[in-house]
């Protein structure tokens, strides 16, 4: 038997570290925790350190209980997150899916400004966005300080196109 077996039990704060290590190694191993949902899932590392006993079990149950760590959608826990954090994550996740929210990778895309006074700038990026004219030439436009700015895959296309609409000086 190793000389640790015989050690006292391990302080709160002692736990909470060896808890902590635990599941950032899990992180670190497989990107997620998939093994860890409560106290007594740590009692075997704990117990090949310390000598099993009742007190050993309720030292790391007020570890765990006192880091309050969050836990993801199947009850794993969460080292990485506040409680705060995981909350706010599930909205967004909520949102997201309720409006079959989705990315586009704008790498490809040019960007091209069009000057405006600040005051119709509101208004004409509605009647942009309501064009049946422009759909289709602009990945997004931005409201910038000073106008428009298009992000397009063909900017030569929208160029010409916004030249129908203003004279441009080139």
Known sequence: MSQNKFKKNPSRETCESIIRRILTA???ERGKNEHFRQAADFMP???????????????VQRAVK???LPKDENGYFIINK?????????ELKRIFQMYNASYSDLSGCETLLLELPETCIDYLMRLIAESETFKGMYATMLKVCNGILFYT?????L???LKQFIPFEE
Request: aromatic content about 10%.
């Open 82 to 90: 506040s409680p705060m954090q995981v909350q706010q994550d599930q």
């Open 66 to 68: 006192m880091m309050n």
């Open 45 to 59: 590392y704990f117990e090949s350190l310390y000598l099993a006993s009742d007190s050993l079990t309720k030292q």
């Open 153 to 157: 895959e063909d900017k030569r296309g």
């Open 26 to 28: 899990e992180i670190g």
């Open 159 to 161: 160029w010409n196109l």
